[in-house]
Each structure stands twice: as C-alpha cells, then as structure tokens.
C-alpha cells in the first residue's frame, strides 16, 4: 500500500471512530451511567415489609414514574464509600422497561440503592407513593425486627394491646 493510502485510511477510521462516538453519546444508544439507564424505566416494582407481612407494590402510573425518576440522582456512580451491609435488604427496588428487561436493587438506607448512593429526595417520593396507595404512612426501610406487632397472646401491657382485646 501507499503511504498516501495508508494516511486516508487512518483519517477515515479516525472520522468514523468521532462520528460513531458522537452518535452513540447523542442517541443514548450505549448509556454512561447507571441512573441513565435507570431514568428509562416506564414501571417501578417496590418489596417491602409492612405490619410483618411482606408486600409487592407495582407503580405503573406514567405520573408516579416520571416523579420517581425525576428525584433519582446518582450522587456517586460506583461502589467506594458507600455502606455494604450483609444483612437481608430493608427493601429491594425493581426497574421495568419497555424492552422488557428488569434491573433489581436492594435499598440498605435512604440514601443507598444497590451499590449507587442517591438523593433522598428518591426515598421520600418512594414513600410518599406508597404510602398513599397504602392508605396509611410507610416506611420502606422499616424492618419488622426493629417494631414488631406482637401476636395475639403475647404479654401486653394492659391498654396497650394493637389487636384490640384488651379484656384478657
């Protein structure tokens, strides 16, 4: 080959290599982050523990979504610094797409999703939501280990039974 020829085929490449760089950063086809690729979300899955029992809520109201993922800010995109805990998670965070693809992470505190930490704006929308689908105030976080309703027959002081009968 021709050093002329070499020389237009590396200024091609070169060209190429910009223009496809530029393409994949301007359509979003190869996200750079993760709260990019979790801001596609178009449903929002939430398990958590409620008055021991264990729930699923699935947010599927284009509204809620959009306001979920407005208040989900990647503060810190990787795992340094972030508290890791081998405990079961307080509650676990499911992302729906429109592919159909899934992405699940563990909420370990308010500001801790998966092994990102966020915004707490993000955990308070999130129990806002479900609090009002609940009818009642939740917290998500909330362990049943920490505030547990006690079972009828425990001991408890008298008036102060949550089952209601208070007559034993």
């Known amino acids: ?93 499911g992302f729906h797409f429109s592919s159909s693809h899934y992405r699940t992470h563990n909420m370990d505190g308010p500001n801790v999703l998966g092994g990102y930490q966020v915004d707490r704006a993000f955990y308070d929308k999130l129990n806002e939501i479900v609090s009002r689908k609940e009818g009642e105030p939740v917290d998500i976080l909330a362990r049943p280990w920490n505030n547990p309703v006690p079972l009828k027959g425990q001991f408890q002081p008298k008036g102060q039974n949550p089952i209601g009968n208070d007559d034993d």
């Open 1 to 93: 080959m021709q050093p002329r020829t070499v020389l237009i085929v590396i200024v091609l490449m070169f060209l190429a290599a910009f223009a496809l760089r530029f393409a994949v950063v301007r359509y979003g086809w190869l996200p750079v982050s993760e709260e990019a690729v979790l801001k596609h979300a178009t449903a929002i899955t939430v398990a958590y523990t409620h008055r021991n029992a264990n729930k699923f809520l699935r947010i599927d109201d284009p509204a809620d979504v959009r306001a979920l993922l407005a208040a989900l800010h990647v503060q810190r995109d990787d795992a340094h610094g972030v508290y890791w805990s081998a405990r079961l998670p307080a509650a676990t965070i």
